[in-house]
């Protein structure tokens, strides 16, 4: 009990370090799109770059499937950035706005190349860029691994799309939701569904492992 | 049931969206359910493995490369006069109508933007001597930002800052005619039976096929042309028999008024007419890298040959849309020789205040030099 303890202190701490994390970018990002729109700063440009583009390209590959396409658009989308730099000022939430954009190239480039294009996010195919842990960092098998990415890939497209943004690019679901253009509920639905999916995958007889885990970490 | 009411709050929890009355709920159900801690435990860790995706610095520098090399290729289709239209709602918006959305929307947006130029160019007032009016589409730079576009012909031209460029709907008739004010380059494509035409405000050059870069912002009093492949012919506008016939790699020169004090190197060909001065003279060439200067600005190379302070300065003023007041006089009788590659203001004004000796600051927008 006592060590089921530890480890809960442990990964709460561990989470209270992310959020902060994320809060810190975000407030990062409003310095760099300061920069951006009042000295037109090459650098801020670059850092920002540096700073969002990995997260957009997962974004994009999920919708277009090709990494070297994921990149030309994350491209595009910030040479409209650069483009619009004098308006950045009004633009209140930077991420979302590029991720806003990014979806609408995505789907531009799915009606232009895709020989039957489906634009409606419930039907489009999603390709999940969702990372777990390692088998050992998780203490489960590597078996019960993959039947979760199984599970994540089976998942309904726009479930898909909703928890990767919130898991994996720490949006919030208001963001989510924005840059989806669907309601906060459904976000909170579908973040819900998802992780009860993979929540059944869990083995339940898990807490010996567990327990012993943590007991030699500790 | 409690199973379902645990995993909505730990998807809450993880996701970073519940509140206190939430979380003390989470800690609730877990103190009867001791059993889901290890399952919530590795849940979290599912959660936080997003944090250990790690793109590699060299990685992620090389594809920031890739994207400046886009960044100048584009130079901006779309920072034309009509990037108003360009607001997020839009993007949002397009993404409700999508299919018809992107075309109409850039479409809309240069009807939008040529008929507010057309009314412009009705109104009364408008400046003696600007370039002969052809109706038809106008697309314009604002000081600060460059564009390219393709005309119907598939001619390819970069608008450098400030510059304004109008031309007949769709080439329909026996040449193709532009008129230019400002800066700009030119690919034009070959068509023998068509020629070229582009209307400045001292001269009209005369083209089959062929790449060249033509400078007549009115502040400057002289309208250069040069050529980098191909022949133009540049005719002036006051003396219709007077021509020039350029070779690839030559420039000229032509001034508004009388013949200004020489500012080309020795050795030119210096003609003076009874109004104009025709200056023909070869493009200059960077030596280290073989480019030619005089089209630098096409790769967002801000670039110097010899220039005087004041064109300098006047330059700067467009390339990056601010005002410079210069109070020591004494500055404009030196040339400048250099060339910035993507740099601020700022980092361009530190690099001239060395070689040039003087002292500044920005303010408002506004940079003071003494």
């Keep these: 009990m006592f060590f089921y303890f530890i480890g809960c202190i442990f990964s709460e701490c561990y989470f209270c370090y992310l959020s902060v994390d994320i809060l810190h970018t975000n407030d990062n990002i409003k310095i760099l799109q300061q920069k951006i729109a009042l000295y037109e700063d090459m650098k801020a440009y670059e850092s920002l770059y540096l700073l969002l583009s990995p997260a957009l390209t997962g974004f994009c590959f999920s919708f277009v499937k090709s990494q070297d396409q994921a990149e030309e658009i994350v491209s595009d989308v910030f040479i409209k950035l650069w483009q619009v730099r004098n308006k950045l000022p009004e633009i209140e939430n930077l991420k979302v706005y590029l991720y806003t954009i990014a979806k609408n190239f995505c789907l531009n480039y799915i009606a232009r190349n895709f020989k039957n294009p489906v634009i409606r996010l419930e039907e489009m195919d999603i390709e999940p860029a969702v990372s777990l842990g390692s088998p050992e960092e998780l203490c489960i098998s590597a078996d019960t691994v993959d039947k979760i990415q199984q599970c994540i890939r089976e998942l309904p497209p726009q479930c898909r799309m909703v928890f990767q943004l919130v898991k994996e690019d720490g949006m919030s679901y208001k963001e989510a939701a924005e840059i989806l253009g669907i309601s906060v509920l459904t976000v909170r639905n579908q973040v819900f569904i998802a992780t009860r999916k993979i929540a059944a995958l869990i083995p339940a007889w898990l807490q010996s492992t567990q327990f012993t885990g943590r007991r030699s970490a500790s | ?370």
């Design chain 2, 1 to 370: 049931m409690t199973d379902e009411k645990l995993w909505l709050l730990v998807s809450l929890q993880l996701s970073g969206e519940a509140t206190p009355s939430e979380l003390a709920e989470l800690e609730m159900l877990k103190q009867h359910d001791p059993q889901a801690n290890a399952r919530i435990a590795v849940m979290q860790q599912i959660w936080a493995a997003h944090n250990m995706r790690v793109t590699g610095e060299l990685n992620k520098a090389m594809s920031f490369d890739r994207h400046l090399q886009r960044l100048s290729n584009h130079l901006g289709a779309p920072v034309l006069q009509y990037d108003d239209e360009n607001s997020p709602e839009n993007a949002i918006a397009i993404n409700n109508r999508r299919r018809l959305g992107y075309r109409w929307f850039w479409i809309g947006g240069g009807i939008a933007a040529a008929l507010i130029l057309i009314f412009f160019q009705m109104r009364p007032g408008n400046e003696p001597g600007s370039s002969p009016k052809i109706a038809g589409n106008t697309v314009s730079t604002k000081p600060g930002s460059k564009s390219k576009i393709e005309l119907p012909d598939g001619t390819q031209v970069w608008l450098n800052a400030d510059s304004k460029l109008e031309y007949k709907g769709d080439f329909s008739g026996k040449n193709r005619e532009v008129s230019l004010s400002g800066e700009a380059y030119f690919d034009v494509v070959k068509d023998k039976s068509r020629p070229f035409i582009i209307h400045t405000r001292t001269v009209q050059i005369k083209v089959l096929g062929t790449a060249f870069n033509v400078r007549s912002y009115p502040a400057d009093k002289t309208t250069e042309t040069a050529l980098i492949r191909g022949s133009v012919e540049v005719t002036l506008n006051a003396q219709p028999d007077k021509k020039v016939i350029l070779k690839p790699n030559e420039k000229v020169l032509i001034g508004d008024a009388v013949a200004e004090s020489n500012k080309n190197t020795a050795g030119d060909a210096v003609k003076t007419t009874n109004h104009e001065a025709m200056i023909v003279s070869n493009v200059h060439v960077d030596k280290k890298d073989q480019e030619v200067y005089e089209t630098m600005w096409v790769k967002n190379k801000l670039a110097f040959d010899e220039t005087p302070f004041d064109n300098m300065i006047a330059e700067i003023e467009r390339w990056y849309n601010v005002e410079i007041v210069v109070k020591n006089k004494k500055l404009s009788a030196n040339t400048y020789t250099v060339t910035f590659e993507n740099k601020t203001l700022d980092e361009v004004l530190e690099g001239l205040q060395f070689s040039a000796h003087f002292q500044y600051q920005l303010k408002d927008g506004v940079v003071t030099i003494w």
